[in-house]
């Protein structure tokens, strides 16, 4: 027998010693079926547990996935009608003087350095005039000849930017360099970025 109850006296008692292995057989078999509902409790926690825990981690990654799709596409900024909120268009005459000193140079490396720093001038009077694109190539690509009638000229130097940029052994002329800078200086004139 699993439990025994010893009540003193089992005279009184309804059941006797036979009685008390039924009752004692009831009591464990309650338990039985309580553990078994336990389990089954058990798993149908766990279970809605899960699926809460799946709701919530499929809710961050379409949060994460909408915030991607939007560093990559980001949806366009209109400007109020009239022009309120128009960005002051930047001059770069203080820039432009030191890549013309870098040209007039006796150094070769200077002429060099003259044509990356107009066409980085270049590149950052078309952003600011608000040319699409993500590369200096792009954005001229996004440029009308109607606006710049120079751009054929601006494709040369660029072109040349690329070949110091990426061959440090390149060897360009003061011509060359001059030519480039004189192109840029035309280009930014056209666009109202040099004065």
């Not at 025994?4 to 309804?14: A, E, H, I, W, Y």
């Not at 909120?85 to 007039?104: C, L, M």
């Not at 990426?166 to 360009?172: A, L, P, Y």
Request: glycine letters at 6%; zero cysteines; proline letters at 3%.
């Amino acid at each position: 027998m699993l439990f025994q109850f010893n009540f003193g006296d089992n005279s009184g008692l309804p059941f006797q010693d036979n009685g008390s292995q039924n009752f004692s057989d009831a009591i464990v078999s309650s338990f039985d079926f309580l553990r078994v509902i336990s389990e089954s409790n058990t798993i149908l926690v766990v279970k809605l547990i899960s699926v809460f825990l799946s709701i919530i981690f499929i809710a961050i990654i379409l949060k994460k996935l909408y915030e991607i799709q939007n560093i990559l596409h980001p949806a366009p900024v209109y400007l109020p009608a009239g022009g309120e909120s128009k960005p002051q268009r930047r001059t770069y005459e203080n820039e432009f003087e030191q890549v013309k000193n870098y040209v007039e140079s006796d150094l070769g490396t200077e002429w060099k350095i003259a044509v990356l720093e107009g066409d980085k001038i270049m590149d950052d009077a078309l952003i600011n005039i608000g040319t699409l694109g993500e590369t200096m190539g792009e954005r001229l690509k996004n440029t009308s000849k109607t606006s710049m009638p120079s751009l054929d000229l601006v494709w040369e130097a660029h072109k040349l930017r690329n070949l110091i940029a990426h061959d440090i052994n390149v060897s360009v002329s003061q011509d060359q360099a001059i030519y480039a800078i004189e192109s840029y200086e035309r280009a930014l004139r056209e666009i109202k970025a040099l004065n």
